[in-house]
C-alpha cells in the first residue's frame, strides 16, 4: 500500500499491479486512485475494462496492442476476473514484454501465487495484499475519522463497536456513518449510542448463537437461528459460518492449550485480538477434543445437505439441539 500512495505521490508508476485479499473496501480505494492517477477516468477510448471469470486473455492482449489515441498511455482493468486464479499462459508471457504505453491493473479477492501470472507480475509489476486489518490499525482508522468529526471514544466502547461491526472496513465505514450522525450534536460516543444504532452483523450474530449453544441456552440459539433466516440469509451460509465459527474456536484452544499467549493466538489464527478476548468463555466449556468433534460434524452436515440426504435449513437445526442439549441430545442425534 505504500509503495501505491509513492507511486501515486511520484507520478512513477509500474505497468502492472496486482491487488488482492479480502478486504474490499482497501482494495477498491487504492483501485481508484490508481486509475485516477493513470488518467483512465479522463480518457475513455483509451481505458479498458474487462469484469467476469469468462474474461478471454487474447481480447485483453489484444486491447493492450491498440495504440493510445491522442494520450500518452492505455490502461487495462481486469476487475474481478479471477485472472491471477487460472493458467492464462499468453497473459503471463505478455507481461514480461508489454508495451511501454499500457498499464493494467488487476484487482481480485483470490488469486494463486503458485501460477506465472502472479510470477510475473511480481518480477515485472508490483502486488499489493489487502487483508484483514489488525484491531489496532482498525482502531486508529475509526478514531481518525471520530476526530475529524470533533468526537471521542473510551476504549472499551471502541471495543464494543469493533465486535459489533466485525472488521470489514466497507461494513465499519457505513456502521459509522450511521453513528456520526446519530451523535451530531455530541462530543462522545457512548455505549449507549452504539446499541441504539449499530446493527451487529451476521458474525457477531454467528458468535453470540455459538455462545448459547456452549451455554445450552438452546431455545435461544434456535430464535437467533430463525432471526437469521427472517433476514433471508441462507441457511447453507449460516451453517459454514457456524462450522467457520468453531473450526476457530478448535485451533484456539489447541493453542491455548500450547500456553501461547493471546496476542500470538489473535496473529496465528488470523482474528483480532478482541475476537480471542470475546471467545475466552466460550473456550472455557468445550475440550479441545469437543471441538474438533463438532467441526468433523459440520462438514459431514454440509456434504448431508450438498448430496440431498438432508434439508439445508433441518442440518442447520439438528446441529444446533445437538451442541446445546448436552449429552443426552448428542448422542440422540448421533443416530439421526
Known amino acids: 500500500m505504500k509503495k501505491i500512495s509513492e507511486d501515486i505521490k511520484n507520478g512513477t508508476f509500474e505497468h502492472i499491479y496486482l491487488l488482492y485479499g479480502e478486504e474490499a473496501y482497501l482494495r477498491n480505494l487504492y483501485k481508484k486512485r490508481l486509475l485516477e492517477a493513470l488518467g483512465a477516468e479522463k480518457s475513455g477510448m483509451n481505458f479498458t475494462v474487462f469484469t467476469g471469470e469468462d474474461m478471454d486473455e487474447n481480447a485483453v492482449i489484444s486491447a493492450g496492442e491498440t495504440l493510445p489515441f491522442f494520450a500518452e ?11 491471477c486464479k487460472k493458467k492464462n499462459e499468453l497473459l503471463a508471457a505478455y507481461v514480461k514484454d508489454m508495451p511501454s504505453y499500457l498499464y493494467i491493473v488487476i484487482a481480485d479477492e483470490q488469486i494463486d501465487k503458485r501460477g506465472k ?13 489487502f487483508g484483514t486489518q489488525s484491531e489496532d490499525v482498525l482502531t486508529r482508522w475509526v478514531l481518525g475519522i471520530l476526530k475529524k468529526e470533533g468526537k471521542n471514544i473510551t476504549r472499551n466502547d ?10 470489514d472496513m466497507s461494513m465499519i465505514s457505513q456502521e459509522l456513518e450511521k453513528l456520526i450522525c446519530y451523535t451530531m450534536d455530541k462530543d462522545v460516543v457512548t455505549r449507549e449510542d452504539i446499541e441504539a444504532v449499530c446493527i451487529p452483523q451476521i458474525t457477531s450474530h454467528i458468535f453470540d448463537m455459538v455462545a ?24 447453507m451460509r449460516i451453517l459454514f459460518l457456524l462450522a467457520r465459527q468453531f473450526n476457530q474456536l478448535f ?4 493453542m491455548q492449550n500450547d500456553g501461547l499467549p493471546a496476542q500470538t493466538i489473535a496473529s496465528k489464527a488470523g482474528v483480532p485480538p478482541f475476537v480471542v478476548r470475546k471467545s475466552a468463555p466460550v473456550l472455557k466449556r468445550y475440550r479441545e ?6 467441526v468433523k460434524d459440520f462438514v459431514q452436515a454440509e456434504q448431508d445437505v450438498k448430496t440431498g440426504r438432508l434439508d439445508d435449513r433441518l442440518s442447520v ?20
Open 251 to 254: 485451533l484456539m484452544k489447541g
Open 317 to 336: 437445526e439438528l446441529m444446533i439441539i445437538k451442541y446445546s442439549g448436552g449429552q443426552k441430545n448428542t448422542q440422540r442425534l448421533d443416530n439421526y
Open 158 to 167: 471502541m471495543r464494543l463497536f469493533l465486535s459489533m461491526t466485525g472488521t
Open 212 to 235: 448459547a449453544v456452549s451455554e445450552h441456552r438452546q431455545q435461544d440459539a434456535l430464535n437467533m437461528y430463525y432471526e437469521l433466516l427472517a433476514l433471508k440469509e441462507p441457511p
Open 289 to 294: 477434543s469437543e471441538l474438533l468433534a463438532a
Open 73 to 83: 498511455r492505455r490502461v487495462i482493468l481486469l476487475d474481478g476476473t479471477g485472472v
Open 117 to 129: 501470472l502472479y510470477k510475473e507480475i511480481n518480477k515485472n509489476g508490483y502486488a499489493a495484499a
